[in-house]
């Protein structure tokens, strides 16, 4: 099982490009959600899909937009890059389940818009 | 809402304790989680502590929950090269509202010989 996979590792964009990040999951989790992780400022929410069919804006989803393709499947879009979008992008699964709740990481994208 | 506060920086001498920490806000009961980042790589979950317990040990890795100051603590024993790392605390309630975990900065930890 591979578990969170994410394509591609490293990008590079020019200001203006537009790009879509992908993320699959084998885990046969309901919820799955995007992140980016910038230095000192921790993790951060940018979008979530509860279950298949739905989305919801998280902490900061202003210049992205997301697709939950299938239950597998969550991709992140950037229509026209920033450089204020160069960052790590996290996607993560979970149960949707109440009590523990862990969410399971993929390996990351690194994002750099020039 | 929640809020997850934990210092940026800890630096320990390998073979020592490291005690990592972490303050949050929310007040109903709720679930505590350290996380850890290795470099290059995603987060992944280390262990975890409902907000009814003091204490949890696993290994060498022992939390400790203050509930009265709402204070949560990682401590390694006998910190290893291996260990070093960023580490994360989260929380995310145990009933009612947004079952999303929150989470603080992460602290970085070094580990030197």
């Known amino acids: 099982n591979a578990g969170v996979t994410q394509t591609p590792k490293f990008q590079v964009l020019k200001t203006g490009q537009s790009m879509t990040l992908q993320c699959a999951q084998d885990?046969?989790?309901?919820?799955m959600y995007w992140y980016r992780q910038d230095p000192g400022m921790g993790l951060r929410l940018i979008y979530y899909?509860?279950?298949?069919?739905?989305?919801d804006k998280g902490e900061v989803p202003n210049g992205y937009n997301v697709s939950r393709l299938n239950k597998r499947e969550f991709s992140l879009r950037l229509e026209s890059a920033a450089p204020s979008q160069t960052s790590v992008y996290f996607c993560a699964t979970g149960p949707r389940d109440r009590g523990i709740y862990e969410q399971f990481f993929g390996p990351g994208t690194r994002l750099t818009v020039l | 809402g929640e809020d997850v506060e934990q210092s940026l920086f800890l630096s320990v001498r390998e073979g020592d304790s490291s005690v990592i920490n972490c303050t949050y806000t929310d007040s109903s009961s709720t679930y505590l989680y350290w996380y850890k980042q290795e470099p290059g790589a995603g987060l992944q979950l280390l262990t975890y502590i409902f907000s009814n317990m003091d204490m949890k040990q696993d290994q060498r890795l022992t939390v400790l929950l203050n509930k009265k100051d709402k204070h949560l603590s990682l401590r390694i024993a006998d910190t290893q090269t291996g260990d070093s790392a960023i580490y994360f605390c989260?929380?995310?309630?145990?009933?009612?509202?947004?079952?999303?975990?929150?989470f603080g900065r992460g602290t970085s930890l070094i580990v030197h010989p």
């Open positions: 989260a929380e995310s309630p145990a009933s009612g509202g947004s079952y999303i975990p929150t």
């Open positions: 885990m046969n989790h309901n919820s």
């Open positions: 899909s509860a279950s298949e069919g739905t989305t």
